[in-house]
């Protein structure tokens, strides 16, 4: 994640958390204003980036707004499971529970009520995994969701490479 907020003096507003190994890089905002100014390369890079996390941010509010929790986690577990998968699934979740409630958009007891309700259509959860014994029925009721765009490092890698300058990002 980038603060774009500092390169316009604008305090960052949200935590980040590392739920793995992570290495953080500080660039002080005079560098990286300096940095933008010079390279539009990397400004456009920057826009590239803010534009795929607002339609991001967008998405998940949209389904906050529009969807109960119950079919925000089954959209959660057909994205873990892929476009491609096969009935019966079994999925690793990649969080703790606390992580999974905030990261779906609800209390912990409400992931709970959450679960509760897709054990109506036979999804087991057992620590850290979850069998989706039905995609069809889970599809069904999670119904109609947009498309996630694609990982942003594989769209930014592509429109790098393919640049009339040439540059090739580092393997």
Known sequence: PLCLGALFGLPEQADIVALGTARLIVVPAEVMRGLVHSDSRLAEALLAYAVYAG???????????LRPAAQRLGAYLLELAGPDAVSPAVV????????????????QENLSRAFARLRTLGVESQREFVTIPDIAALRGFVGHM???????????????AASPSGYRPPE
Not at 93 to 107: E, N, Q, V
């Open 55 to 65: 339609r991001a941010l967008e998405r998940d509010l949209e389904a906050i707004k």
């Open 146 to 160: 947009p498309p996630a765009d694609p990982a942003f490092a594989s769209l930014a890698a592509g429109e790098l």
């Open 92 to 107: 690793a979740l990649p969080y703790f529970m606390k992580t999974l409630a905030a990261r779906i958009g609800c209390t």
